[in-house]
Nanobody, 120 residues
């Protein structure tokens, strides 16, 4: 079994900051990439940022310059530093990992999601 556990969400005022963390644990053989998606009410889930084991990143244009993704490979943990938050960043944020579980094929695994609300 593989688990992704997210933390760090909450309520913040516009212009504020939050840092999300996601730790992967369990029967993991190798992690290729980790990242974050988000889904706002009435909208489709969208990629926020992704980082490979080698450190290559993809960041959505809507958050570029405000959000930074980083990863601690030794801890199987990915972070999302979110600065200059806007009300339109309000969403449920989902952690994901592209990984190989021991004895299984490569696949995508998801966390349960964490709420981020930007409001005054």
């Amino acid at each position: 079994q593989v688990q992704l556990v997210e933390s760090g969400g909450g309520l913040v005022q516009p212009g504020g900051s939050l840092r999300l963390s996601c730790a992967a644990s369990g029967n993991i053989f190798s992690i290729y990439a980790m990242g974050w998606y988000r889904q706002a009410p009435g909208k489709q889930r969208e990629l926020v940022a992704r980082i490979t084991g080698g450190g290559s990143t993809n960041v959505a244009d809507s958050v570029k310059g405000r959000f930074t993704i980083s990863r601690d490979n030794a801890k199987n943990t990915v972070y999302l530093q979110m600065n200059s938050l806007k009300p339109e960043d309000t969403a449920v944020y989902y952690c994901y990992a592209d990984l190989v579980q021991r004895g299984f094929n490569r696949g995508d695994y998801w966390g349960q999601g964490i709420q981020v609300t930007v409001s005054s």
